[in-house]
T-cell receptor, first 112, second 114 residues
Framework: EADIYQTPRYLVIGTGKKITLECSQT?????MYWYQQDPGMELHLIHY???????EKGDLSSESTVSRIRTEHFPLTLESARPSHTSQYLC???????????FGQGTRLTVV | KNQVEQSPQSLIILEGKNCTLQ??????????LRWYKQDTGRGPVSLTI?????NTKSNGRYTATLDADTKQSSLHITASQLSDSASYIC?????????????FGRGTQLTVWP
């Protein structure tokens, strides 16, 4: 079983609130990713990191921000949540050699 | 443009039957191709990963094939079980940079009926 964890699993929050989705992995992977996935749709890359202090925006425009202060930790922050942010957010990691990518269980976010 | 196309979009089969899911890609340069299984509301779980030189790889009742010349892959599920009901996602990794990146298909939603 993959050692990558996301919290919370489910979150319902009001419009305008600031939230942080947590993602941690204990595999020592340098590469980490955040994906957004709507029901029945493909995963869209919103942020990625190649290592500590490295963060890049992905293909899908997102109002979220990320940080990578430690190798094992890659939190995603929404400064002001909106209903359009309602979605599932998946965190993943893999090693530099491009081997298997491991996914967390996801955070289902609902903004009301 | 790097793309991954999967077919069919959805599939319903009876328990015990076999099925084959298709994946066509245009990702270049190619590094590897992965098949993932994603249960509803969960994160994807890896089934197989194949590099350029591998034509087939099995994982229990799952067998993946890869034709790197035609840029096609298939996932064959044998003797389906109710627990196979899930979305199956084809993911292709490029090596356009030293670090590569992943391209996802939309998935095939498989439903197995008793």
């Amino acid at each position: 079983e993959a050692d990558i964890y996301q919290t919370p699993r489910y979150l319902v929050i009001g419009t305008g609130k600031k939230i942080t989705l947590e993602c941690s992995q204990t595999m020592g992977h340098d590469k980490m990713y955040w994906y957004q996935q709507d029901p029945g749709m493909e995963l869209h890359l919103i942020h990625y990191s190649y290592g500590v202090n490295s963060t890049e925006k992905g293909d899908l425009s997102s109002e979220s921000t990320v940080s990578r202060i430690r190798t094992e930790h890659f939190p995603l922050t929404l400064e002001s949540a909106r209903p359009s942010h309602t979605s599932q957010y998946l965190c993943a990691s893999d090693d530099i050699k491009g081997g298997e990518a491991f996914f967390g269980q996801g955070t289902r976010l609902t903004v009301v | 443009k790097n793309q991954v196309e999967q077919s069919p979009q959805s599939l319903i089969i009876l328990e015990g039957k076999n099925c084959t899911l298709q994946c066509n890609y245009t990702v270049s340069p190619f590094s590897n191709l992965r098949w993932y299984k994603q249960d509803t509301g969960r994160g994807p779980v890896s089934l197989t990963i194949m590099t350029f030189s591998e034509n087939t790889k099995s994982n229990g009742r799952y067998t993946a094939t890869l034709d790197a010349d035609t840029k096609q892959s298939s996932l064959h599920i044998t003797a389906s079980q109710l627990s196979d009901s899930a979305s199956y996602i084809c993911v292709v990794s490029d090596r356009g940079s030293t670090l590569g990146r992943l391209y996802f298909g939309r998935g095939t939603q498989l439903t197995v009926w008793p």
